[in-house]
């Protein structure tokens, strides 16, 4: 039984996390959280101890989350987690990290009001968060309590309009809520339309946001933009496109955001395109695809340009919707749904390339997978 948790030491009885420990080595045993599909009978989000030496990992408790498609880490050191489902049942849960402990604490939750939330962020100032609503074509956004606990849905933002490929977008469907480096714009894309909704942020109001984008940035026709990322300057971002299964490279001034180049991921045209992550060098930019060809397009960054050269394909297990980095760059965890585990690979920083350590981690359905400070306050 595990009996605390840290980001730099993790305690256990009976365990190698607890053996390491005594060694007094420098090896990190951190903190890693997956979030999957379940059904009521199951826990859907789980902590485990990751050993970033080996790369081996180890269960430590189940957190009291339905359902749990996506969850972020908020700068002031709670979690919120999105549990995915009809507009009757879907919520928003905040979770307090364990500290010492291996018992997470649901503080609360609240009705997200709309159907099949997907994304979740915090506002720049910490005072909102927010709910990419994916079947609803809406934005939820709830204030903050001080004590980081959710407050009733205080705005719905709604999306209209539609896009060329029918079957995909007969109407809106927001997939990712991100904002600018400069905490100046939230940007939501939506998937429905082929559009960045783009909006400034008011602290100074009741909501975030006004009701109605600023501007929205059309993309490609029948792209199906999904996830976006920024590099470390924040002068360049790039979005995943689920249906064309292509990058776009936008250029951002501080005030727009104008696309620069579109680069296909893969080209088995499977409109499955999942997650976008930057190396954490910036040198090379990795997005997951799924359906065909299920694997991780692997990108050079061009330090002058910050365009896109293709290198390379990974293999992965089925159905690689969401992926992260360990903290220190070495390794490359993977979310494989239809495979039931989370896959781990060895990352070569100077070539980007990725190699399956034959590490797995057992979840049902996992579709989000993210390291977490537990001590963070």
Do not use: W
Not at 1 to 14: E, F, H, K, Q, R
Not at 20 to 49: C, F, H, P, W
Not at 83 to 91: H, I, R
């Amino acid at each position: 039984m595990l009996c605390c948790i840290g980001i730099v030491s993790i305690g256990c009885s009976n365990s190698k996390q607890s053996e390491k420990m005594s060694d007094n080595t420098e090896n990190q045993i951190l903190t890693l959280m997956v979030g999957s599909y379940s059904d009521s009978t199951e826990t859907a989000l789980r902590t485990y101890a990751f050993d970033a030496e080996d790369g081996s990992s180890e269960f430590i408790c189940p957190v009291p989350v339905a359902n749990a498609s996506y969850f972020i880490q908020a700068p002031s050191g709670l979690i919120y987690v999105v549990g995915e489902g009809d507009e009757a049942g879907s919520m928003i849960t905040a979770v307090r990290p364990s500290g010492q402990y291996a018992n997470p604490e649901v503080i609360n939750s609240q009705l997200v009001g709309s159907s099949a939330p997907c994304y979740v962020a915090v506002t720049p100032d910490g005072k909102y968060v927010v709910t990419a609503n994916y079947n609803g074509g809406n934005a939820s956004v709830f204030p903050l309590a001080d004590d980081g606990s959710v407050r009733p849905r205080c705005e719905l933002l709604e999306f209209v309009g539609n896009g060329p490929v029918e079957s995909r977008q007969d109407k809106s469907h927001p997939h990712c809520i991100s904002f600018t480096p400069d905490g100046k714009y939230m940007l939501v894309n939506d998937l429905g339309t082929d559009q960045i909704h783009q909006f400034s942020i008011n602290s100074d109001s009741i909501s975030p946001v006004r009701s109605v984008s600023d501007k929205d940035i059309e993309i490609k026709p029948g792209s199906g933009p999904r996830h976006i990322v920024f590099n470390q300057a924040g002068e360049m971002a790039y979005l995943i496109n689920e249906i064309s299964d292509a990058v776009t490279v936008l250029k951002y001034d501080g005030q727009n955001l104008e696309p620069v180049q579109y680069i296909q991921a893969d080209t088995a045209n499977a409109q499955g395109a999942g997650d976008i992550h930057l190396s954490g060098d910036g040198k090379y930019l990795y997005a997951s695809l799924r359906l065909k060809h299920d694997g991780i397009a692997t990108f050079k960054v061009d330090p002058a340009t910050g365009l896109l050269t293709h290198i390379g394909h990974t293999t992965t297990l089925r159905h690689p919707r969401n992926f992260t980095f360990s903290p220190d760059g070495r390794y490359m965890l993977v979310a494989s749904r239809d495979d039931n585990a989370v896959q781990i690979f060895a990352v070569d920083k100077e070539t980007g390339a990725l190699t399956d350590t034959g590490n797995r981690i057992d979840v049902p359905k996992p579709v989000c997978v993210k390291f977490i400070n537990p001590e963070a306050r």
